[in-house]
């Protein structure tokens, strides 16, 4: 089911100007970028809510033009829910895979192609990877083809090593280039600007799962790169990402231990389907990123519609199949044409010294976790342990400092593991399933519209919801267009909460990812913008930091959208799992250790940050790193339902703090207030270049005022009163009133004045306004003098050109042009003049050869190109 969201846009339907007006700034502002639909989470229907009905309507019914799709009640989307055809996925060629060699590279070099079928429901696309024709100077490179989508990785490192760090100098970029939808960037430009929020997401997606399976010791810099060159508009790219940077690496010189691959997964009409469509994701219940061995799970990512554990482990092992099925395929492409792993240059703690450590410092560090203290008195006692470690060491080892000090992390996470597995008990005293101490205090800021403070442990969030109009929607632009984001939450991490010094200003890639991660466990739980027709706004500022702030920003956020009286759907929390193992370099066993709600030492010394939000009934949203070689589907389930445990018990405390959400807005919120007008009557409220409506919003000190193509009005103030009043205004108004609020002023918008257009004649004419459903073009200018405005026309998305096209704005937005030449076909039903670009072009080909006709330019090779790659439309990544 597809909701259209109001447009938080001015419309006129006599000049098809797009504009923006907010009372605060006093403003009307020439807009003629693209208004976006966005497409709700299909995560269950929209259900009403009493308490709010006063504050929004559902759509009006209204017959079906050629313009706009009209948008579908609550009740005829639960009756077409009902009617729907069951999802049928098409028949797929069984799993198999073959190598091919040609010389058909550059100057006849040798090509290597790799074609997978993976041999699961939905994807009956074979998974192309090839080598040896472009990026031959890079250690790994590889393209990697899926249907008319077509990836780009290359692996590279540096020639020597850097001997003086003790870390994993791996750095991940990917690029999701505009050209590869025949698009180009709207910057000033023209180039693809610093990468955006999903860019940095799906980098992090690729480092994850690799990261763990370099070879302990590599200190070479090396530097995973993508891009996607060619982008179909059929399914996500994030899961060819990484398995073709694992690719590059698994045939580069880098010791990366064994293949890796990764697979997304759907759930839809109780069946689980592989890589979906964007179009079957829409209907998914769930969102699962898996990438790992064909031994054991790396990673996983997602969100979903509140699923019960069970489900999630059966869509774990689902895509873990489709993995095993590629990775073995790439264990082969490696064996072809792979690099001998260079082993030579790791850097290894030298022979006896681990037991030399061990025998010196064991009592010690078994001391260090009986003591159980606070973060303050343990990171005290482990940072004298460790100046301790290295005193004992530095005179026989002098030039060895790195390698001493793995030796003893290795001793502190072999200990840690042997006290929980023995006693239960863990560094801090706490049992392996035991959350510590919750403290909650709602309404803490009282100008704030909903406010909480969350404490778990020595972890704590400051989490704040504001509320506004659709106008207060977070924009982003995308391949396909603006998108606008009603619901989105900013995470902060500054350097205090952990009580250090350090950079502060824009987010990093981790609070990106910690901010989307809570974000979607919250997404979830929001009414739809019918029941509750706020845009929302949720910040989590970490204060304290000893385990997952995270998870704190899912708890605290949840308390503050309560507070600010936002009737969520039900409470969720989330809880960090984590786990501890005897042999790091193993995949996880029987013997593994699972705790709950781990504390910043257990992360770092342990193998699994495990983190999973939702409700009492199920689960929103889910993100796994771990630091072995995998992990084992029985032992994910173990640690699922440990989570749930924890989860119900975070549930238990949030409910005695806040028990339901507020039944009653703040007084600093604004009201909204929703009602329609008849179509014609747009321009009569909007007034010539927006006056009207600007003396609206002044003389009823609204904070607000959108109106809809379809004559849906949005207004918002603080004062009720005043919003019933401007209603009341609104609608004498349109049936003849008018005027300046009650001063009196300038009354409806003055028509076209000019000669009529002649049917069936081309004209070319300024560009006014570029929409979904087509292009508005002036065609004749108004008065000189600006008494009377130019005759504006619209030419529907179905005549832009011969061939279908799916998404107007993203194709508009690729010609970058603002004039355009049309044909005057006669006016609708409706009055309203219907033009076409496709019947100048088809004119034109009829002519190519002979006299062309006036006004019609040839189309050059670039806008050819262009219209080559947009025509089937563009859809999110």
């Known amino acids: 089911m597809k909701f259209q969201t109001a447009l938080s846009v001015l419309l006129a339907v006599s000049s098809a100007d797009a504009f923006s007006v907010i009372g605060n700034n006093k403003a009307v502002t020439r807009n003629t970028n693209h208004i976006s639909h966005i497409s709700l989470p299909a995560f269950g229907l929209p259900k009403s809510l009493s308490n709010y009905k006063s504050l929004s309507k559902l759509y009006a019914e209204g017959e079906e033009t050629d313009v706009v799709e009209e948008e579908k009640t609550e009740e005829e989307a639960v009756e077409e829910a009902e009617t729907e055809e069951p999802l049928v996925l098409c028949d797929v060629p069984p799993a198999s895979h ?69 870390f994993l100098p791996l750095s991940v970029e990917h690029q999701e280039r505009f050209s590869s939808a025949g698009l180009t960037s709207g910057s000033y430009n023209r180039r693809d600007g610093r990468p955006a929020e999903h860019e940095v997401l799906t980098c992090r997606l690729i480092d994850r799962p690799l990261r763990p399976l370099i070879a302990d010791g590599w200190r070479h810099e090396t530097q995973v790169l993508s891009w996607v060159l060619s982008y179909d508009g059929e399914r996500s790219c994030d899961p060819l990402a990484i398995t073709a940077s694992a690719a590059a690496l698994w045939i580069s010189d880098v010791p990366l231990s064994k293949p890796v691959a990764a697979a997304m997964v759907g759930y839809i009409d109780g069946q689980f389907v592989f890589n979906p469509t964007n179009e079957q994701m829409e209907k998914s219940k769930l969102n699962l990123t898996v990438a790992g061995t064909k031994d054991a799970v790396l990673m996983i990512e997602g969100a979903a519609d509140f699923l019960p554990e069970e489900t999630m482990i059966e869509a774990v092992a689902f895509g873990h199949k489709a993995i095993k099925t590629i990775c073995a395929a790439l264990e082969e492409f490696g064996e072809a044409v792979g690099k001998e792993k260079n082993y030579s240059t790791l850097i290894k703690p030298l022979d006896g010294l681990q037991e030399e450590v061990n025998e010196a410092l064991s009592a010690k560090v078994e001391e260090l976790w009986n003591s159980e203290g606070k973060k303050e008195d343990l990171s005290a006692n482990m940072s004298a342990l460790s100046k301790e470690a290295w005193a004992t060491f530095e005179e026989k080892y002098p030039d060895n400092k790195n390698e001493v000090m ?29 959350v510590r101490v919750i403290d909650i205090e709602t309404t803490m800021l009282p100008k704030v519209h909903g406010s909480a403070l969350f404490t778990r442990g020595e972890t704590q969030a400051i989490a704040t919801a504001t509320l506004g109009d659709s106008g207060m929607k977070q924009k982003i632009d995308k391949l396909d267009g603006l998108e606008k984001k009603r619901f989105y939450l900013q995470y902060t991490f500054p350097p205090s909460c952990v009580g250090e010094t350090g950079r502060v200003g824009a987010p990093g890639r981790r609070e990106i990812g910690h901010g989307n991660l809570a974000e979607r466990a919250l997404q979830a739980i929001i009414p739809s913008e019918d029941d509750f027709p706020y845009s929302i706004r949720v910040e989590s500022l970490i204060t304290e930091s000893n385990g997952s702030s995270s998870m704190a920003s899912v708890c605290g956020g949840c308390l503050a959208l309560m507070d600010a009286g936002v009737p969520v759907k039900s409470p969720v929390a989330g809880i960090a799992m984590g786990m501890l193992l005897d042999d790091t370099h193993s995949v996880s066993d029987d013997d593994a250790v699972i705790v709950s709600d781990i504390l910043g030492t257990e992360d770092g010394l342990g193998t699994m940050d495990f983190k999973v939000a939702g409700d009492k009934t199920g689960i929103t949203t889910f993100q796994l790193d771990i630091k072995c070689e995998g992990l084992t589907i029985e032992t994910m389930s173990r640690a699922l339902q440990q989570a749930k445990e924890g989860r119900l018990h975070i549930l238990e405390k949030m409910e005695t703090a806040l028990e339901s959400h507020r039944g009653e807005l703040p007084n600093t919120v604004p009201r909204i207030r929703k009602f329609n007008i008849p179509e014609g009557n747009i321009g009569k409220v909007i007034g010539p270049g927006g006056k009207q409506i600007r003396a609206i919003i002044e003389d009823f000190e609204l904070t607000n005022m959108d109106v809809g193509e379809d004559g849906e009005i949005q207004v918002s103030s603080l004062d009720s009163e005043k919003l019933e009043k401007a209603e009341q205004f609104v609608m004498d108004l349109i049936k003849g009133g008018g005027g300046r609020g009650e001063r009196g002023g300038k009354g409806p918008k003055v028509p076209y004045a000019g000669p009529a257009p002649v049917e069936g004649e081309t004209y070319k004419g300024k560009i006014t306004g570029i929409h979904q459903f087509g292009v508005f073009v002036e065609i004749l200018p108004g008065a000189e003098d600006g008494s009377s405005p130019g005759l504006e026309g619209l030419c529907h998305v179905s005549e832009l050109h011969t061939e279908r096209i799916r998404n107007c704005e993203g194709f508009m937005k690729s010609l970058g042009i603002e004039e355009m030449e049309v044909k005057y076909l006669g006016k609708n039903a409706k009055g309203q003049l219907q033009l076409s670009r496709k019947a100048v072009m088809e004119e034109g080909r009829n002519k190519k050869g002979s006299q062309k006709v006036e006004g019609v330019k040839e189309m050059s090779e670039e806008e050819v190109d262009v219209i080559a790659q947009a025509i089937e439309g563009i859809k999110n990544l």
């Open 98 to 166: 073959h190598i091919e060699v040609t010389n058909d590279g550059p100057a006849g070099a040798q090509v290597t192609t790799l074609t997978v079928n993976v041999g699961m429901p939905g994807h009956p696309e074979p998974l192309v990877f090839q080598t040896g024709k472009i990026g031959r100077q890079a250690a790994g490179a590889v393209t990697l083809t899926r249907g008319d989508t077509i990836l780009y990785n290359t692996a590279s490192r540096d020639k020597d090593p850097k001997e003086s760090i003790d």
């Open 406 to 434: 793995k030796c003893y992390k290795n001793l502190l996470s072999k200990k840690m593991y042997e006290k929980a597995k023995a006693t239960g008990v863990r560094c801090d005293g706490r049992k392996l399933d035991e």
